[in-house]
């Protein structure tokens, strides 16, 4: 019923940038929870950050906390993580999720229900 696509992957030198975007289609966008996961070589998918319906809560994993903000347009359709100073150890294939939900305030780290097809980031040292 929710169909997700990522973009906004690609190649960067450590401490560069970059700003990825998922796209949402399906039932009203602001009931559903927003999330970034990511999944690197070899390890298991890890949560990086989440943001409440309503766009007032956010939550972030340690390892990104004050390099990472997570954004949403309801009006779009639209979820952003824009990453900063980016390090090696980010490297990993990057995906959104959704998470149905009736409280708008809620911006949890798991319990996803829906997933997009992932985009790799590669930064390189």
């Known amino acids: 019923q929710v169909h997700l696509v990522e973009s906004g992957g690609g190649l960067v030198e450590a401490g560069g940038s970059l700003e990825l975007s998922c796209a949402a289609s399906g039932p009203t966008f602001s009931r559903y929870a927003m999330g970034w996961f990511r999944q690197a070589p070899g390890k298991e998918r890890e949560f990086v950050a989440a943001?409440?319906?309503?766009?007032?809560?956010?939550h972030y994993t340690d390892s990104v906390k004050g390099r990472f903000a997570i954004s949403r347009d309801n009006a779009k359709y639209t979820v952003t993580l824009q990453m900063y100073n980016l390090a090696p150890e980010d490297t990993a294939v990057y995906y959104c999720a959704a998470r149905e939900t009736t409280r708008w305030d809620m911006a949890p780290s798991g319990g996803y229900d829906y997933w997009g097809q992932g985009t790799q980031v590669s930064v390189s040292s």
């Open positions: 943001i409440s319906g309503s766009a007032f809560n956010t």
